[in-house]
């Protein structure tokens, strides 16, 4: 069981490895894994630990639903992102904090990553070991909402651009206002916004590194987690109310 006062759940996410599966699961101001006792049989069913694995120093936030749903884009979810023994999470919605990571083991709490761009919504790691936050704030802009950044190729806390780093960022600006969510899919780095889809290209390019492009500018994200890719399609639940 998880704490009742830690608030709505808001992810469920799990996060496979050779030994054993884990399972993150999100709450407005904790974050837990679970992970099933060795001693589950299939009269006992599945047996949970459940750890605590919240980051310390983060706000505690309430939340409300209205009957409208028009709250759901900026709601504060926790996302989730798997790069191999560590995790990278965070808390969408604008708030003004870092990403954070963990090394799997529920005996650890997770933790800031150094020098991180704040208010990101979402992230995910390109095939070239590239971690990009969605929607944080940009080195020379601050923040506006719409900005994927990318750290130093193999590094998550080296975010500074320059000439001798990989590090950058792009500006998603079409008929979107903020970026939503996204990950890194079969159809390459994939990012919506209120408004519209895009994709994140690597281009293998020692200047550029990524190149957006619009793929549809019918509708956007209607939050963060409201996104799924089953064997050759994306499924999304749009501001409409609209699964596409």
Not at 29 to 57: E, F, Q
Not at 172 to 190: D, K, N, P, V, Y
């Amino acid at each position: 069981q998880v704490d009742v006062a830690a608030g709505r759940p808001n992810l469920v996410k799990v996060c496979p490895r050779e030994s054993k599966a884990q399972v993150l699961i999100g709450c407005l101001n904790k974050l837990y894994v679970a992970v099933a006792h060795d001693d589950s049989t299939l009269v006992t069913g599945t047996r949970w630990a459940v750890s605590d694995i919240t980051p310390a120093g983060i706000s505690t936030i309430t939340d409300t639903i209205g009957p409208d749903l028009g709250r759901i884009p900026a709601a504060k979810a926790w996302w989730a992102t798997v790069l191999g023994n560590t995790i990278v999470v965070g808390r969408g919605g604008g708030l003004d904090e870092p990403a954070f990571i963990w090394d799997r083991n529920p005996a650890h709490v997770a933790t800031a990553i150094a020098n991180c761009p704040h208010r990101a919504v979402g992230a995910m790691m390109s095939p070239n070991q590239h971690l990009i936050l969605i929607g944080c704030e940009d080195e020379s802009l601050g923040y506006t909402g719409l900005t994927a950044r990318w750290a130093n190729q193999g590094t998550v806390d080296q975010w500074a651009s320059d000439t001798l780093s990989t590090a950058g960022a792009r500006e998603m600006a079409g008929s979107g206002s903020r970026l939503i969510g996204g990950g890194w899919t079969a159809f390459g780095g994939t990012v919506w916004t209120d408004g519209d889809l895009w994709a994140l290209q690597e281009m293998n390019d020692a200047e550029f590194i990524f190149k957006p492009q619009l793929l549809s500018g019918e509708t956007g994200l209607a939050a963060q987690n409201l996104w799924c890719e089953h064997p050759g399609a994306l499924w999304y639940l749009g501001p409409d109310m609209l699964m596409r």
